[in-house]
């Protein structure tokens, strides 16, 4: 199975302030299709986790801006540019180019 | 607006099988454009993939759980299941379904809220 990291585990930032993600993964995402089978979720407190981004950068419709994903190969991260206080949870990031998918331990992100 | 929705016993007890069923609405599970996933999450951990279903029937499974577990779908009630044989403590989870998306099956992009499944004696 592909193994997925993720640092830091958790975070606690400061409204306004950048965070920043790293996520990495034992082989590499790059698919033969051109595609990186790359995604990024976050769980929010008591809910299901939701999309963010696909193939390591692609904002789902109605994401907000302030979330850019970025990376190749075998290393990623995920960027808030201004955290708000709706961006709390446990962000996970999940490979599919080899079954079975695998995400990564996630990082808890808090308000200071 | 397409909504999922896990259903099915709460607690099940050792060596039994769990059964849930997703029932979806607002959309067709017979659509070529999507598969339909099954994820879970033991309380306070992280996410582990099930498997996953097409509309064809073709299935997909985690190896580490695949002698266990069977995903199918009825059509006619739009809706899809898991059953997993043999359970035990370690099968306790919250039990999520989703919908992915065919043009990149790793876009899980709308999913259940989620079902307790509790295994005790």
């Known amino acids: 199975d592909i193994v997925m990291t993720q640092t830091p585990l958790s975070l606690s930032v400061t409204p306004g302030q950048p965070a920043s993600i790293s996520c990495k993964s034992s082989?590499?995402?790059?698919?033969?299709?051109?595609?990186?089978?790359l995604f990024w979720y976050l769980q929010k407190p008591g809910q299901p986790p939701q999309l963010l981004i696909y193939?390591?950068?692609k904002r789902l419709s109605g994401v907000p801006d302030r979330f850019s994903g970025s990376g190749s190969g075998t290393d990623f991260t995920l960027k808030i540019s201004r955290v708000e206080a709706e961006d709390v949870g446990v962000y996970y990031c999940?490979?599919?180019?080899?079954?079975?998918?695998?995400f990564g331990p996630g990082t808890k992100v808090d308000i200071k | 607006q397409l909504q999922l929705q896990e259903s099915g016993p709460g607690l099940v007890k050792p060596s039994e099988t769990l059964s849930l069923t997703c029932t979806v609405s607002?959309?067709?599970?017979?659509?070529?454009?999507?598969?339909w996933g099954w994820i879970r999450q033991p309380p306070g951990k992280g996410l582990e993939w099930i498997g996953t279903?097409?509309?064809?029937?073709?299935?997909y499974y985690n190896p580490s759980l695949k002698s266990r577990v069977i995903i199918s779908l009825d059509t006619s009630k739009n809706q899809f299941s898991l059953k997993l044989s043999s359970v035990t403590a370690a099968d306790t989870a919250v039990y999520f379904c989703?919908?992915?998306?065919?043009?990149?099956?790793?876009?899980?992009?709308?999913w259940g809220q989620g079902t307790l499944v509790t295994v005790s004696s």
């Open positions: 999940m490979q599919s180019i080899q079954l079975p998918f695998t």
């Open positions: 989703a919908r992915q998306d065919v043009r990149g099956w790793g876009n899980f992009d709308s």
């Open positions: 082989q590499s995402l790059l698919h033969s299709d051109g595609k990186t089978h």
């Open positions: 193939e390591v950068s």
């Open positions: 607002g959309g067709s599970i017979s659509s070529s454009s999507f598969y």
């Open positions: 279903i097409y509309y064809s029937g073709s299935t």
